[in-house]
T-cell receptor, first 116, second 117 residues
Framework: AQSVTQLGSHVSVSEGALVLLRCNYSSSVPPYLFWYVQYPNQGLQLLLKYTTGATLVKGINGFEAEFKKSETSFHLTKPSAHMSDAAEYFC??????????????FGTGTRLTIIP | NAGVTQTPKFQVLKTGQSMTLQCAQD?????MSWYRQDPGMGLRLIHYSVGAGITDQGEVPNGYNVSRSTTEDFPLRLLSAAPSQTSVYFC????????????????FGPGTRLTVL
């Protein structure tokens, strides 16, 4: 079984400041990890994903995340926040379904607000 | 290439009514799934399908029914709507992911906002 915990349902940062959104996971198998972004009234869009290999993963819009196995974490960062980053962000971990394929489990989400 | 489409965008039902939420994709994806999104609870998997004729339950399947007769379509049926089913519903699809040698991106539709009175 797998689960995801996102610390902080709401995060506010000033424009130009560092963005840090926290995600911790548990998984009974080596995890595949994802960050999705949801803009208002839209579906989810993949920001980045970790499967195997390099633990620092770069995604779209300047975001990156680092897989830390010892800390069971996959925190999302961006060096300088833009107003356009205001959205809800979801961390997800994959597990194995009854058919042997991947199945995603999502965290509860973090709403990011950017202060001008 | 329209991606994942969902209809309707909005729907209001009375308790006990039935309806079908439509989902279609034109990317020849084998894997399709339905999620519901509720405040403070993230996205929860309702049902999923790994191909035509093959479906399975997710973590919150009660009150919902699915079937998959074609690769393109994966409708979600509410048999007798209840206020607890008021939510935003998202359909998603991806190439079939077999084993752990590869993974794939799930593409999400724009959602259906359902209110049950």
């Amino acid at each position: 079984a797998q689960s995801v915990t996102q610390l902080g349902s709401h995060v506010s940062v000033s424009e130009g400041a560092l963005v840090l959104l926290r995600c911790n996971y548990s998984s009974s198998v080596p995890p595949y990890l994802f960050w999705y972004v949801q803009y208002p009234n839209q579906g989810l869009q993949l920001l980045l994903k970790y499967t195997t290999g390099a633990t620092l993963v770069k995604g779209i819009n300047g975001f990156e995340a680092e897989f830390k196995k010892s800390e069971t974490s996959f925190h999302l960062t961006k060096p300088s926040a833009h107003m356009s980053d205001a959205a809800e962000y979801f961390c997800a971990v994959s597990g194995i379904s009854n058919f042997g394929n991947e199945k995603l489990t999502f965290g509860t989400g973090t709403r990011l607000t950017i202060i001008p | 290439n329209a991606g994942v489409t969902q209809t309707p965008k909005f729907q209001v039902l009375k308790t006990g009514q039935s309806m079908t939420l439509q989902c279609a994709q034109d990317m020849n994806h084998e894997y399709m799934s339905w999620y519901r999104q509720d405040p403070g609870m993230g996205l929860r998997l309702i049902h999923y399908s790994v191909g035509a004729g093959i479906t399975d339950q997710g973590e919150v399947p009660n009150g919902y029914n699915v079937s998959r007769s074609t690769t393109e379509d994966f409708p979600l049926r509410l048999l007798s709507a209840a206020p607890s089913q008021t939510s935003v519903y998202f359909c998603a699809s991806s190439y079939r992911m077999t084993g752990r040698s590869s993974t794939d991106t799930q593409y999400f539709g724009p959602g259906t906002r359902l209110t049950v009175l």
